[in-house]
């Protein structure tokens, strides 16, 4: 019986489940493209909530939790523990890489999960990216405490786009829930100054990332007095 007891604690001391939200202003976006910032890299803020056993199993080794977020995000701070819904998280304060050309940034230290774009006359296309090294890291040190693997379903991705120009702002939306609507394929939204969109991506969207390596959850329509 202790041997059985024993066993379920170890299954769950780490749960595999992760939440991150952050978000992105079409202002920032439109810059970095241009150039305006010299920089190959712009940080974006995030959120994140790690399911966790309980306070208690945290309160015994602070520092290895804690340890998880840092390999897996960038400039990770005031972690914090919150219980809702009969569960308990570790939440913290982190960033995620927005980068210009992958190419060029091989060199750069990315988190898990971060953003590329390319561009044309018209459009600026935003793409999800997977870092695999950290993905397979992450992935063996929750392994190691639950005897379990990790999938992308267990990632809870959510981006909040906001509109901060002077002007509307068309953005295609692909394989995601957008303000709780589900999106199949695509679908296009007019957002109106100071407007934004909740973005969540899909189970599907997720799993076709991770077995690519990236792929493009919004594209924006430029600003119309320039396609004129």
Same mark, same amino acid.
């Given at each position: 019986?202790?041997?059985?007891?024993?066993?379920? #604690?170890?299954?769950?001391?780490?749960?595999?489940?992760?939440?991150?939200?952050?978000?992105?202003?079409?202002?920032?976006?439109?810059?970095?493209? *241009?150039? &305006?910032?010299?920089?190959? !890299?712009?940080?974006?803020? /995030?959120?994140?909530?790690? !399911?966790? #056993? #309980?306070?208690?199993?945290?309160?015994?080794?602070?520092?290895?939790?804690?340890?998880?977020?840092?390999?897996?995000?960038?400039?990770?701070?005031?972690?914090?523990?919150? =219980?809702?819904?009969? %569960?308990?998280?570790? %939440?913290?304060?982190?960033?995620? %890489?927005?980068?210009?050309?992958?190419?060029?940034?091989?060199?750069?230290?990315?988190?898990?999960?971060?953003?590329?774009?390319?561009?044309?006359?018209?459009?600026?296309?935003?793409?999800?990216?997977?870092?695999?090294?950290?993905?397979?890291?992450?992935?063996?040190?929750?392994?190691? @405490?639950?005897?379990?693997?990790?999938?992308?379903?267990?990632? @809870?991705?959510?981006?909040?786009?906001?509109?901060?120009?002077?002007?509307?702002?068309?953005?295609?939306?692909?394989?995601?829930?957008?303000? @709780? !609507?589900?999106?199949?394929?695509?679908?296009?939204?007019?957002?109106?100054?100071?407007?934004?969109? @909740?973005?969540?991506? #899909? =189970?599907?969207? *997720?799993?076709?990332?991770?077995?690519?390596? *990236?792929? /493009?959850?919004?594209?924006?329509?430029? %600003? !119309?007095?320039?396609? &004129?």
């Amino acid at each position: 019986m202790k041997k059985f007891f024993l066993c379920i #604690s170890l299954l769950f001391l780490l749960s595999c489940e992760m939440s991150v939200t952050t978000e992105m202003y079409i202002t920032d976006i439109i810059n970095f493209t *241009k150039n &305006k910032n010299k920089q190959e !890299e712009l940080f974006l803020n /995030c959120s994140i909530d790690f !399911e966790i #056993s #309980s306070e208690d199993e945290y309160n015994k080794n602070p520092e290895k939790y804690i340890n998880i977020l840092n390999n897996a995000f960038l400039d990770v701070k005031d972690p914090v523990i919150k =219980n809702r819904d009969l %569960s308990t998280y570790l %939440s913290a304060k982190g960033k995620i %890489s927005f980068l210009k050309d992958i190419q060029k940034a091989q060199d750069i230290e990315k988190s898990l999960i971060y953003l590329t774009y390319d561009e044309d006359d018209k459009y600026i296309k935003v793409y999800f990216n997977i870092e695999t090294d950290k993905y397979q890291q992450l992935n063996y040190t929750i392994k190691e @405490n639950t005897y379990q693997d990790i999938k992308m379903k267990d990632f @809870n991705i959510c981006i909040d786009l906001q509109n901060d120009r002077q002007e509307p702002c068309e953005i295609t939306v692909y394989s995601s829930y957008v303000n @709780n !609507e589900p999106i199949l394929y695509n679908k296009t939204f007019q957002i109106k100054k100071r407007e934004n969109l @909740n973005i969540f991506l #899909s =189970n599907i969207f *997720k799993d076709y990332s991770m077995l690519n390596g *990236k792929e /493009c959850f919004i594209k924006i329509l430029k %600003s !119309e007095k320039k396609n &004129k």
